[in-house]
């Protein structure tokens, strides 16, 4: 079930990434490739607390908290996918109170934003870190799939912006916001639900497959340690993990996960620091300890040890 949950994360992976890429065409060429149809595939609901909801459907992992303080969104994976999360969103609150609606993006991948349009015009107000504003503002280029992505809609941009760190007080919940240094992009933020006992680590934490890193945008392998790091020192062993794709993870599934992101560093910073070149550390499998469990989504290992070889300080 776990292995089966993963296969088609990967699988929502490799629409993210091309559909983050081909917009608005993209829908075509995923389908072409054999990709799920975000406008088709339903959003499926997971009680995480009374009033916490995780929402899978295609693309990144939202997070849903209702109550009479208004909705709060965590993300809004593809804009073809917005009739689904309102379906979602409505069989689980068959009657929304009018207190206004807050969407927070997780970072400025279209994965996790191209809803954010379809999300506004259905009453959400947009909060997230300062540089996805920024990056959805502008031409983006994702250099790993060699692929130009256009500035967003105005409706789709965020309208509150923070820096650092941001706090909630909403729905009987406090949230912590806070921002990563630079790790999967230069935008990425943590949302902590302290009551509900709910992370939600964006695409700092891929659950079960080696993580795509946007080194386009800033991202880096040593970013990810840390901000894996972070994810861990806020939680305890009964927090319920939300990975940016993949399963729902467990404090001892992202000790596991950072720990593999860390060793895999460790080699290819010592084969790069011997002046190997991408190519010939490559031929090192420097990830082959971990490609029986990791190996098998999104990310080759080849694609993400050269990610690692790009990226890393050696
Ligand atoms: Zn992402």
């Known amino acids: 079930m776990v292995a089966s949950a993963s296969r088609r994360s990967f699988l929502q992976f490799g629409l993210a990434a091309a559909g983050a890429a081909l917009s608005p065409g993209w829908v075509k060429v995923a389908a072409a490739q054999g990709s799920p149809d975000p406008g088709t595939v339903p959003v499926k609901a997971t009680k ?181 790091k972070e994810g861990l020192s806020l939680a305890s062993p009964e927090t319920k993990i939300v990975p940016g794709h993949g399963p729902l993870g467990t404090k001892a599934e992202l000790q596991e996960y950072h720990d593999m992101l860390a060793t895999v560093r460790e080699k290819v910073a010592a084969l790069k620091k011997q002046g190997l070149s991408e190519q010939e550390a490559l031929a090192k499998k420097p990830t082959a300890e971990f490609d029986a469990k990791w190996g098998k989504g999104f990310m080759a290992p080849d694609v993400f040890a050269g990610i690692v070889y790009r990226t890393v300080q050696a």
């Not at 909801?53 to 208004?70: A, E, I, K, P, R």
């Not at 593809?78 to 689904?84: D, E, G, I, L, N």
């Not at 954010?116 to 031409?139: P, V």
């Not at 941001?166 to 639900?193: C, E, K």
């Open 48 to 228: 995480l607390a009374d009033n916490v909801y995780l929402l899978q459907g295609v693309g990144g992992n939202m997070v849903l908290q209702t109550g009479s303080d208004g909705l709060l969104l965590i993300d809004a994976s593809y804009a073809p996918a917005v009739p689904r999360i309102r379906e979602a969103i409505s069989a689980l609150v068959p009657t929304p109170t009018s207190a206004p609606s807050l969407l927070i993006n997780t970072h400025w991948h279209g994965d996790h934003t191209g809803g954010n349009e379809g999300m506004h015009d259905a009453g959400f107000t947009i909060l997230a870190h300062r540089k996805t504003r920024d990056r959805l503002s502008h031409t983006q280029v994702m250099k790993l799939f060699k692929r130009t992505v256009q500035p967003s809609p105005a409706g789709a941009l965020p309208t509150q912006v923070f820096d650092e760190t941001f706090t909630i007080y909403r729905n009987g919940d406090t949230l912590d916001l806070r921002y990563f240094t630079p790790a999967h992009t230069d935008s990425d933020i943590h949302i902590h639900f302290q009551n509900a006992n709910v992370l939600h680590l964006g695409d700092i934490y891929f659950n079960g497959f080696y993580p795509f890193i946007d080194e386009g945008t800033a991202g880096n392998i040593d970013g990810m340690i840390k901000g894996s």
